[in-house]
């Protein structure tokens, strides 16, 4: 006849998942604040990049048409050929459609701009103008 052993029982007590859990929640509270916060500044540079690009692509279009696009004809002139134009050369993006900001709303275009030739610009994660870090204003000029 065979001798039945006692069985050992192991794993973590109650208490023991508590404290793991205890320093996991204190870890989350302390470095989620701060990823939060590059994640903000990460989309305000993509906003700028994408000005950038945008306004580069405006250029092109100049040469082409000799003007910039009316306020009235806006961004969608880079891909659909305006009504005015006879020497469209488009589309001008690689995309069909107009990108949106990083905070998925339209950009602002208003030519002839107070700025500048043409004013193109984002109002940030608020979409109010004015604002500071991730609700600034992001502009082309």
Do not use: C
Request: no cysteine.
């Amino acid at each position: 006849m065979k001798q039945i052993k006692p069985l050992s029982e192991s794993g973590f007590t109650l208490l023991e998942l508590l404290v793991v859990l205890g320093i996991i929640a204190m870890l989350a509270g302390i470095v989620g604040p701060q990823v939060m916060k590059h994640m903000g500044e990460s989309k305000t540079k993509a906003a700028k990049v994408q000005i950038e690009d945008l306004a580069a692509t405006l250029d092109m279009y100049k040469l082409d048409v000799g003007s910039y696009p009316s306020s009235d004809e806006g961004l969608k002139a880079l891909i659909e050929t305006p009504d005015s134009s006879k020497r469209w050369n488009g589309p001008y993006l690689r995309k069909s459609k107009i990108p949106l900001d990083p905070w998925q709303q339209e950009y602002h275009y208003v030519s002839p701009g107070e700025h500048g030739k043409f004013d193109l610009y984002t109002f940030g994660a608020d979409n109010k103008e004015g604002g500071e870090g991730e609700d600034q204003d992001i502009v082309s000029w």
